[in-house]
Each structure stands twice: as C-alpha cells, then as structure tokens.
C-alpha cells in the first residue's frame, strides 16, 4: 500500500482489492484523536483514475467534503474520471 502525504491531518492511500482500486484516507473523522483508514471512492478497475483522484483531488477537498464522501461510500458504486474533477458511476455491462 503506497500512501501519499496530503497534511498533518491527512494521507491518502489506494487499496487494490477484489472490488476495485479503492481510494481511502487516514482521517479523524469525529475529532477526537482517533485516526483511521476511511474508503471515499471505488475505481473499479480503473487505477489511472484511483492514481489521479488520491494525487489530484485529494488534497483539494475540503473537510466537509471528506466526511461526505466517506459517509456516502458504497463498495459497489463505481467510479471513472470523465474529465477534470468531474466523475459519472460506471455503468454494469
């Protein structure tokens, strides 16, 4: 697991697992000291757009944006980079 550094607060990882490449952050997620692994997103197959989402968007979101995402995560929604910071799930074919 290769983690990238995004603050004193904050490191971003990606899990290759068997739904996915999945995007995670080490994070306080009730303020008390307490830090764990929490998943944001699930790439599926898709590493290129795990690489770019832990590296680029990452550090960009703010706090609030963190926790959202980690309370909205679903392992088996899947997500693929259409352009820029935009993503659209992936369809099931």
Request: a positive charge.
């Amino acid at each position: 697991m290769v983690s990238t550094f995004i603050d004193s607060d904050m490191r971003a990882t990606i899990q290759n697992t068997n739904y996915g490449y999945i995007v995670a952050v080490y994070f306080d997620l009730h303020r008390n000291g307490n830090y764990q692994w929490h998943r944001l997103r699930n790439f599926g197959d898709r590493q290129g757009d795990a690489i770019e989402f832990r590296d680029y968007d990452v550090p960009k979101l703010e706090d609030s944006q963190v926790r959202l995402l980690i309370k909205n995560f679903d392992i088996n929604r899947k997500y693929q980079r259409v352009n820029g910071r935009k993503f659209k799930v992936q369809s099931e074919s």
